[in-house]
């Protein structure tokens, strides 16, 4: 899914939330919101980073294998539930 199919999605799915917004400053949010989540993402240590209503981010590095490839940080992502996500 692109950016812009995210857009037009949220705007289909939801238009009240984006209705006084043109095209260009529905993607800066988006953008914005991303780069938000990106940060605290980023700045989490080993263990998880909760973002209430939309979920929690399991952050931890993996050593490289013997052969000295991989490793780096590995982050997965657990939708919160949709009674969480409705609040």
């Known amino acids: 899914m692109t950016l812009n199919e ?4 949220v ?6 939330v984006m209705a006084k917004l ?6 800066r949010v988006v953008r914005a919101a991303f780069a938000a989540v990106a940060a605290d993402v980023d700045s989490t ?11 929690a981010f399991r952050v931890r590095d993996v050593a490289p294998r ?4 991989g490793g780096g940080r590995l982050v997965t992502f657990k ?3 949709a009674k969480a996500a409705a609040r």
């Open 11 to 16: 705007r289909n799915d939801n238009p009240a």
């Open 22 to 27: 043109d095209d260009r400053a529905a993607m």
């Open 45 to 55: 240590a080993d263990g998880v980073c909760r973002i209430a209503g939309l979920g």
């Open 66 to 69: 013997p052969d000295g490839k």
């Open 6 to 9: 995210l857009v037009e999605r």
């Open 79 to 81: 939708p919160a539930s």
